[in-house]
């Protein structure tokens, strides 16, 4: 039988079904890689707001309060702090999204119909168990 892209409508339920399931892994994999974009995104903020404080008392030297200093360094550590965890976030989804994506991790079948529906043949082993193949 022939391999070529049909329609949805045409394809049996087996097919249909792990035409679906590669669809939304794709979706969910799109979308845990905007969430690591935007973890970058809000690292490189908090990075930056960090070094800001670091700039103004190094502009102000020597005639800021004491007080007024020890609360920047609070900040300003707290801020590092926070540019790590957004990192750690950031690689935690990229990985995510890498591993879930039917594209980069995912079977032979995953590949295909990503480009388009195909019908795939199904090779029952046993009873209750089915192989799909191409």
Partial sequence: MPTFSIGIDYLSAHSRAFYERVRFKLTVSLWLAACSLVCLGLCTIAGGRSQSLVNIIEAYGSNVDSKLVDAQHFLQSGLGFASFAYLCAFFIFAG????????????????????????IEEVGLMENQVVLKA
């Fill in 96 to 119: 995510t999204a890498i591993w879930a994506s039917p594209l980069l991790c995912g079977s032979d079948n995953e590949k295909r119909m990503v480009r388009g529906p195909y019908e």
